[in-house]
């Protein structure tokens, strides 16, 4: 029997109680990256402030170790809001949700975790009465262009986010 054939995957919406194994898989994956410059490392606060009020964060298990996770940020007039970037008011910045990062551990890679865990997070925005869903990707990251693109969000532009690295603005009418 194969391995996999025995896996027992889900997918939750995490709970602050899982905030240590968010915070173990993240420095788990982001010090074995190749290439750390296509991605931004969230801090614990960041983090901790989407189990609720500011987003979910969405998380995939196999039994009960945590294999992959996403953010789904929703901003507001925050300062982190990539808004600007866009053709969107700041009356409309309350409308709009940002797809943040996903961590996916290196031995699930290939199975789709990134895509599945965008659906969730959009439907998630929609069901939630957000009408933009906005993200970036570095442009050599293909992985998580095309992952983004699958769900039918678009290259808005490419340019320069605030923390001074290059990104694909990617967007998608949630309306």
Request: aromatic share 12%; charged share 30%; with cysteine.
């Amino acid at each position: 029997m194969n391995l996999k054939d025995r896996e027992r995957l889900f997918l939750v919406i995490l709970q602050p109680s899982d905030l240590p194994k968010v915070l173990d898989l993240l420095d788990f994956v982001y010090w074995r990256l190749e290439h750390k410059d296509w991605f931004f490392k969230d801090d614990e606060d960041f983090l901790s402030r989407h189990f609720e009020a500011r987003g979910r964060i969405f998380g995939i298990f196999n039994e009960d170790r945590l294999t992959a996770y996403a953010v789904l940020s929703f901003p507001g007039s925050d300062h982190d809001n990539i808004a600007q970037h866009y053709d969107i008011s700041q009356e409309e910045y309350h409308e709009v949700a940002m797809l943040d990062s996903c961590i996916v551990h290196p031995d699930y890679r290939g199975r789709s975790f990134q895509y599945h865990l965008s659906l969730q997070r959009e439907l998630c925005a929609k069901e939630s009465g957000y009408t933009h869903l906005l993200s970036t990707a570095h442009p050599d990251n293909a992985a998580s262009v095309n992952n983004l693109s699958k769900i039918g969000m678009k290259i808005y532009r490419t340019g320069i986010k605030k923390d001074n690295k290059i990104r694909h603005f990617m967007y998608k009418s949630l309306k």
